[in-house]
């Protein structure tokens, strides 16, 4: 602990955020969200930190229903497409499995970058230039954080073609659509990512995931996997 450090109960609400944030697809109510709550939202997006301070993000706030129901027409095409990369009981699992609330949530959200923000010689940039869209992701999961800690829940939809979704949002060249989110109030906050009940995928063990120094080096730190193993460890 040091004087930098949250209250006992701080840090709790953050981890529990972290716990607790689900990718939300089916839970959704109509329920509006209020533009103080939708403005405290975007401001922790664009809070988030970037390389070279870009700050790459643009938002694009949906609430037409034309454009939804443009966009979900988008993710039922390229969602047939994906269901053909299954068979047999998989491609029947993957077929039941609710992935997009596109109309049933009050907002759609897209996080978009700009590939051109900040210039040809962003600093930080030189060697890696995805790190634009990596900053991206980073307002995108501070939003998600943010509207857990406000019982908004929010769900991805990744299944789309992102040209097509440019287009339909008509987005300049230069700005690629990292993220399509749907925001709304929720039923419920599953206890368990939806895919990992629904048996799709588990939770990899952190443990496993874990190497030290190098790619083939051990973890030697005992007290280190001992305190990761702990049945309350986030």
Not at 88 to 103: M, N
Not at 175 to 183: D, Q
Request: aromatic share 8%; glycine share 6%; charged share 25%.
């Amino acid at each position: 602990m040091t004087e930098h450090s949250f209250t006992d109960e701080q840090r709790e609400g953050l981890y529990r955020a972290i716990r607790e944030r689900r990718d939300v697809r089916s839970q959704f109510l109509p329920d509006p969200i209020a533009p103080d709550i939708l403005a405290r939202l975007l401001q922790a997006a664009h809070h988030a930190p970037s390389v070279g301070f870009m700050q790459p993000w643009d938002f694009v706030v949906i609430d037409s229903l034309d454009i939804k129901r443009a966009v979900k027409a988008l993710y039922e095409q390229a969602n047939a497409d994906a269901a053909s990369n299954y068979t047999g009981d998989r491609a029947t699992q993957y077929r039941r499995l609710k992935l997009e609330g596109i109309v049933d949530s009050p907002i759609n959200l897209c996080i978009t970058c700009d590939r051109q923000r900040g210039g040809p010689h962003v600093l930080g940039r030189h060697t890696m230039l995805e790190t634009d869209l990596f900053s991206t992701c980073l307002a995108v999961q501070n939003l998600w954080l943010a509207a857990r800690a406000e019982g908004i829940g929010v769900g991805w939809v990744s299944i789309v073609d992102p040209v097509l979704l440019a287009q339909t949002l008509k987005l300049p060249e230069h700005v690629y659509p990292v993220a399509y989110l749907c925001l709304g109030y929720v039923s419920e906050f599953l206890p368990k990512p939806e895919l990992e009940i629904a048996g799709w995928r588990s939770r990899l063990p952190l443990e496993q995931l874990l190497h030290g120094n190098t790619w083939d080096g051990r973890i030697e730190n005992d007290a280190l996997i001992s305190a990761i193993n702990k049945p309350d460890g986030t």
